[in-house]
């Protein structure tokens, strides 16, 4: 996994509550093996005027050319609810986002995210609200910087903060499979002590 | 001699699962059970082969064929190539890895959430886990139990757990008894739209109270079910003797002594009489009524005999402008009697209701109807959950039932729930559907879903709108 230590970069506003899942990637591209594709079909429905994705909606705010090269989400609640599939972090990802910031996110989701390298930054309310109408005036560009737990923009400054291993994580691009394997010997132990019908 | 602290079941799951909390590093839990399927295992499976690394403990881990195969032949490449590519991987992936798979046609095939509780997989005091957020479902025997994603998936593939935050808990008490005709689906459903979609988030949910004890196996199944649709990381019920009854004698489920065991084990699982919970909901049994979603959430969602709200019932601003987006996606004008909103497609079936007393629910709708027959304006398809619950029903005749009245009787699988395979909707048709989410797009492109249970469902397929059973 990538590390991550500090990015800036251009801000998409989706001004949409509850965005499940299904809508992120939707379940006809559910049918790969690999980890590759999913980038062109995120927020299919909405980005494309038909099923085919042949025809670009040029109402949906990442289709206007001021957002081209995005690289940040700035979402409303509940992002990211419903379904379990990674295949929607891994569709915001390959779209070249490196963060999503949103005052909550579905939990599954939010771990989905940490576990590939992408920072989701829960704000309070409020300070999304801000960003929302300061992305309505201009295209904004806003500075994440991990180590220190703060989302900058000009004279604005937001905390935000992560568990004390998922902030490890990201920083230092864990594998976190490696991680547990070199515990086996805990696992065992544990195993050990198990009850027979377990 | 010391006090101990009075535990909620989730703390004492969680307890005995502790493998490691160590400084500075998420709680590590074991998995006893992890139930795979086809759409979400592959890239797991190929990192292992990237690494080089075995699965652990191949027995712990079950696969089943559910997401995307066709309902109508168990022809592997009966639902298009994309989907018999993904079912090939996960046949060739379980044989390299030494799984066990209920692949097409299996007499153990099902759904993953069917047919780990009628194998006894699912046992009271177990960590359950799957790539699929309705893994609660097997919360109902006092396991916890839930979704994960693909990279978590190859976590519990190579080490056999799991990293996990502790979530806050919730009790939510069902106090007193549902009237006549009022299901589990009609409890889950009332109390997502006392929450909201998002009522949950960072909480396990612990189900109880007298309406919920009441409730069979497979009841305490429907609602658990749909504990993700607000936002809750799992949903538990108390193991009692309803549960222990239901697992003895299950194909996978322990024997003789040790089951013995199990049960004098199990028995302790239940949260302490004077546990504390970080948030507590109380509802009234008798005042839910049979529900129907009207939006895009599970949580929008009215009694059958209300209407459908208007933007100016809610005061939040995001709920408003979500009505408002609602409403028009579901084309839907504000004050529309519920009853009088018809459906031109009916599916019976998914993780939340497909098991045999649903479809003991749905055929009792149907006869009570004698004689009619699905409207000529509506398709309606009926979806068992697995063979065995096709079986049991084909046993029983309720498949003539069905099929009598004009209904489609299909294979087991996944099926309109999320319309995968080739069972979609189209533009504009509006299903009356006893699966779990009303998302935009869920069941196809700009299709329009009602949450309702399998009576509501039946009765919708017959009258071609929304029925009031009990007026």
């Not at chain 1, 929607?88 to 599954?108: C, L, R, T």
Request: glycine fraction near 8%.
């Amino acid at each position: 996994m990538e590390k991550f230590n500090t990015h800036s970069g251009l801000v998409v506003p989706l001004d949409i509550a509850n965005v499940d899942t299904d809508q992120i990637i939707p379940k006809q591209f559910l049918q790969k093996t690999e980890r590759i594709g999913f980038g062109v079909h995120l927020f299919h429905e909405r980005r494309y005027l038909d099923h085919e994705g042949t025809q670009v909606n040029p109402d949906f705010v990442m289709n206007k050319p001021e957002y081209k090269g995005a690289s940040i989400l700035l979402a409303r609640e509940n992002f990211g609810c419903g379904s379990s599939r990674e295949h929607a972090p891994w569709a915001i990802e390959e779209y070249g986002f490196k963060v999503v910031i949103a005052p909550s996110f579905a939990d599954i989701f939010y771990g989905n995210c940490i576990n590939i390298g992408i920072l989701p930054v829960k704000l309070t309310e409020e300070e999304v609200e801000q960003l929302f109408k300061l992305s309505a005036e201009e295209v904004l560009t806003l500075n994440v910087d991990l180590p220190n737990n703060t989302v900058t923009c000009g004279d604005l400054s937001f905390k935000f903060s992560l568990s004390e291993f998922q902030q490890y994580s990201l920083e230092n691009g864990v594998d976190s499979v490696g991680w547990t394997l070199n515990k086996l010997d805990k696992i065992k132990a544990f195993e050990a002590k198990m009850p027979t019908w377990q | 001699m010391t006090t101990s602290t009075p535990q909620t079941m989730y703390e004492k799951l969680w307890q005995t699962h502790l493998v490691e909390d160590a400084k500075g590093e998420t709680p590590l839990l074991y998995v006893d059970r992890h139930l795979i399927h086809e759409v979400t295992s592959p890239q797991a499976f190929a990192n292992l082969r990237f690494l080089n690394r075995p699965v652990r403990h191949p027995e712990r881990t079950i696969a089943t064929m559910d997401h995307n195969i066709s309902t109508r032949s168990i022809k592997i490449d009966a639902a298009g190539e994309g989907a018999a590519n993904q079912l090939r991987a996960l046949e060739k992936n379980c044989k390299e890895f030494g799984i066990e798979l209920f692949g097409m046609g299996h007499k153990n095939q099902g759904i993953a959430h069917v047919m780990g509780p009628e194998l006894g997989l699912t046992l009271p005091g177990t960590i359950i886990v799957c790539g699929d957020s309705h893994t609660a479902t097997h919360g109902a025997f006092g396991a916890l139990a839930f979704g994960i994603g693909t990279s978590e998936v190859e976590h519990v593939f190579a080490t056999q757990t799991l990293r996990q935050n502790k979530a806050k808990t919730m009790k939510i008490e069902v106090r007193g008894h549902v009237g006549a005709g009022i299901s589990a689906k009609d409890i889950i459903l009332a109390i997502i739209g006392k929450t909201g979609s998002a009522g949950a988030t960072g909480y396990v949910v612990e189900y109880c109270g007298e309406a919920i004890e009441a409730l069979s196996m497979e009841e305490r199944m429907t609602v658990c079910n749909m504990s993700i649709e607000f936002g809750a990381k799992a949903g538990l019920v108390a193991p009692d003797q309803t549960t222990f009854d239901y697992v003895e004698g299950r194909q996978y489920a322990p024997k003789g002594e040790v089951f013995e065991q199990a049960v004098a084990d199990w028995k302790n699982l239940r949260s302490d009489a004077d546990a504390v919970f970080d948030a507590v909901l109380t509802l009234d049994a008798k005042d839910i009524k049979a529900q129907v979603t009207w939006g895009t959430n599970p949580g929008q969602v009215v009694s059958v005999d209300s209407i459908v709200p208007s933007p100016e019932d809610f005061s939040d601003p995001v709920e408003k402008e979500s009505c408002k987006q609602a409403l028009k996606y579901m084309d839907l004008t504000a004050g529309t009697k519920m009853t009088d909103i018809q459906v031109n497609k009916v599916f019976i079936g998914s993780c939340t209701n497909s098991r045999i007393e649903d479809l003991r629910a749905a055929a009792g709708i149907v006869e009570r109807y004698a004689g009619q027959k699905v409207v000529d304006s509506v398709d309606a398809i009926i979806v068992p959950g697995s063979y065995r619950v096709k079986e049991q029903a084909e046993a029983e005749g309720l498949d003539k039932i069905f099929t009598n009245a004009g209904f489609e009787w299909r294979l087991p699988g996944c099926s309109m729930c999320l319309g995968m395979n080739d069972d979609v909707l189209g533009p504009g048709d509006r299903c009356a559907s006893t699966s779990n989410r009303n998302f935009e797009g869920r069941q196809g492109r700009g299709s329009r879903t009602h949450l309702v249970s399998p009576e509501m469902a039946a009765a919708a397929a017959i009258t071609g709108h929304f029925v009031d059973l009990n007026s």
